[in-house]
């Protein structure tokens, strides 16, 4: 499995928009399975979360390769989704996310990076 993914979260739902947003839900699902199918993604995960007094309420991580999991954000049927879904609850966004052995690497970029800068002067 890839190191990749999206997080796709949203927060609370607008009142009088429940029933639409549940039924986004089950169309978010559908097209995800079709986009595996296709081998667009290797899978999907969707998570709801228990009351906790945050604002993050649920959110599917959506697993791939980048180059594709780009790819599938700008495709007629996800950008659809993410109207629906913004016009559904008051908080929504996509969020590439690295996970796994990728950290290290990203980690060490950053520390790279880090060190290139610790050796500027700071000009204050």
Avoid at 16 to 26: C, N, S, T
Avoid at 57 to 62: I, S
Wanted: aromatic share 10%; glycine share 8%.
């Amino acid at each position: 499995m890839t190191d990749k993914a999206l997080f796709i979260g949203w927060g609370k739902t607008y009142p009088g928009r429940e029933h639409v947003a549940r039924k986004l839900f089950d169309e978010a699902l559908e097209v995800f399975a079709e986009l595996k199918k296709i081998g667009e993604i290797e899978k999907v995960e969707p998570f709801l979360l228990a009351p906790h007094g945050g604002d993050l309420e649920g959110f599917f991580l959506v697993y791939g390769v980048p180059e594709k999991l780009l790819a599938i954000q700008v495709r007629d049927e996800v950008v659809r989704l993410r109207h629906e879904a913004v016009a559904c609850f008051a908080s929504f966004g996509i969020v590439p996310i690295t996970m796994g052995e990728s950290v290290k690497l990203e980690l060490t970029k950053f520390d790279e990076v880090v060190t290139e800068i610790e050796r500027e002067p700071v000009l204050v």
